[in-house]
């Protein structure tokens, strides 16, 4: 794992196959000021993975934050069975044997609010997400609502190369999942989230598919958004 924000936030990308693409995807495992760890879309944990978490401290928390981010809580689970698990809603009617304990909203739970701000992204027909903001690093944590996939990203295969740059036009050029783009059916609904996102105080954006965004990340949203949230 990469130790990106010192004793604070670690990453892991690891690769994933949809519909014939082949590209990444990333883990947040984040300490708490419990002391506590949460993992926010975790992969799939193997023994080498699990001993790496072991060593950063104590699972508490396994988050599944998105609609499409959530097939490997099982294995999260198996590895750390004491740990509470958070599922974006949604998740419990695409996978209805999922074992979990609460739904996320737009509160964070009591437990982690001085941890993160939170917000559903509402007003999408096809993938829902909640966004978290953690505060005491200024780093936005998203899943798909910006992707960003270039000439520098790794592990990409042909067709997704061919979708990004011939069909979605998002290829160097940040935008929200094309389930995203195809499926806006409350476009107030999505513009007040994303605009409560906007509100948050951040440098910096993690996020689960391309390169992360460490400068300018307001202009990045507000270009990648300018469909919802108009010109
Ligand atoms: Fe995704």
Redesign the pocket.
Known sequence: MLEYIPNQIWLKEYP?RYAGTRFN?RMAVIRLKSGGLMLH?PCEIDASTKAEIEALGKVEFIVAP?S??YIHVPSAQAAFPEAETFICPGVERKMPELNFDWILGDRPDPRWEEDFEQVLVRGNRFIWEVAFNHISSRTLIL??VL?NITDKTEGVNWLLKFWWKAVFRMWNNPKP?PEYQMGWKDKKAAANSLRRILDWDFERIIL??GDLVEENPKEVLVAAWKGVLGS
Request: hydrophobic fraction near 35%; proline fraction near 0%; charged fraction near 15%.
């Open positions: 994933i995807s879309s998105g499409y981010h899943v798909d992707e999942a689960a598919h």
